[in-house]
């Protein structure tokens, strides 16, 4: 019996890749819903705009210091993912 180490490879890179790729999502839901109350908007309303919107076009048809907000918003949102889910690095293979 032979080890398939390319496949392997790639089993690994579409899982990383998967989870990475749920990390983000779950990092601008996460921004979104912290910055809402911040600027007076409904959190669902700001959050359902993820799907259709890059998170700078968002930025700019919002009022005030939105900017400023979003990037406290941020790192806030990341500090309670990697408290809840753990750290989004990648897995090393040995």
């Known amino acids: 019996m032979v080890f398939d180490l390319r496949g392997a490879l790639l089993k690994k890179a579409e899982v990383e890749s998967a989870r990475l790729d749920d990390f983000e999502f779950r990092l601008r839901a996460r921004t979104m819903r912290l910055l809402a109350p911040l600027l007076g908007v409904e959190p669902d309303q700001l959050v359902a705009r ?3 919107e890059p998170d700078e076009a968002i930025l700019a048809s919002l009022p005030g210091p939105a900017r400023a907000w979003y ?4 790192t806030e949102a990341r500090r309670q993912l990697i408290a809840e889910r ?3 690095r990648p897995y090393k293979l040995a």
């Open 50 to 52: 993820i799907a259709v």
């Open 71 to 74: 990037d406290e918003a941020r």
């Open 86 to 88: 753990g750290d989004p």
